[in-house]
Every structure is written in structure tokens, then in C-alpha cells.
């Protein structure tokens, strides 16, 4: 299946390159997935980017190909909970949900090599994380 077209805000594309590249020597899957998804992604101006598109900083309701409806926030790593729902960019699941709007789609390996199939529900909070 042919990804779908991404956004992702000009102030957040320097600061997620970075991250990769740093990462790439320690988790490599994750950091070269991100780089992949950032090459791919169209880079707007922060006031050009859609409110509903999952950005740093978003909550994002998701559905998984079970079905099921997950709530997350996406953050930078060193922000990341999971008893608070807070997932960071750094893993396969934030991967993939960056840059995504309402109905789209996307297939992505979870860190056991499965596959799975996210779908995006409800985007909120589209507004700088905290830190950037």
C-alpha cells in the first residue's frame, strides 16, 4: 500500500531530523523510519499546516485493524508517559502517526516485526509541543 501524503510544520522538521540522526547509532529502525518519513513529507510554514493533522504535541484518536480506539498524545521522547497516554515520535506507533489527518491510513511494523494497520479518527490539540 502507497503511503499517504504527510504534513509536518517547518518548526518541529529540524528539530525530529535531528533526533533521528542522533538516534540512529541505538534504535536505527525507528531513527531511519522517522528520517523516511520526514523525506517523504511535505514541510509547512507552523500557520499552513492543518489543524487536524497530528503534529508534535497533538492528541490523536486512532483506530487499530482490530477495531479497537486508542487515544495518545504524541510528545518528544524525554516527554513521553504511557500511563498518560503521552507515546513518543521515537517509536514505531508515533512514527507513523506523524503527519496524519482524520481517515487516513497507514501500515507500520511494530518493534516485534508485526504489521499492523492504524487508521486516524480525531486529531486535537494541533499546537507547538512544548519545548520546540
Known amino acids: 500500500m502507497n503511503k499517504p501524503l504527510i504534513y509536518v510544520r517547518e518548526a518541529d522538521y529540524a528539530r525530529l531530523n535531528d ?3 542522533a538516534a540512529l ?7 531511519d523510519e522517522l528520517l523516511g518519513e520526514l523525506e517523504r513529507a511535505s514541510v509547512l510554514p507552523s500557520d499552513q499546516v492543518a489543524s487536524d493533522t497530528v503534529q508534535m504535541g497533538s492528541t490523536v484518536t486512532y483506530e487499530t485493524e482490530a477495531g479497537q480506539a ?7 521522547p524525554g516527554d513521553a508517559d504511557i500511563e498518560q497516554a503521552k507515546i513518543s515520535v521515537m517509536t514505531p506507533i508515533g512514527v507513523a502517526l ?3 489527518a ?16 492504524l487508521k486516524v479518527v ?3 490539540d494541533n499546537a507547538p509541543a512544548e519545548g520546540a
Open 19 to 21: 533526533l533521528a540522526q
Open 25 to 31: 547509532d541505538r534504535n536505527f529502525e525507528v531513527a
Open 98 to 100: 506523524l503527519g496524519l
Open 102 to 117: 482524520p481517515g487516513q491510513a497507514i501500515d507500520w511494523k511494530a518493534r516485534d516485526g508485526q504489521n499492523h494497520r
Open 70 to 76: 486508542r487515544t495518545v498524545t504524541l510528545v518528544y
Open 122 to 124: 480525531e486529531v486535537k
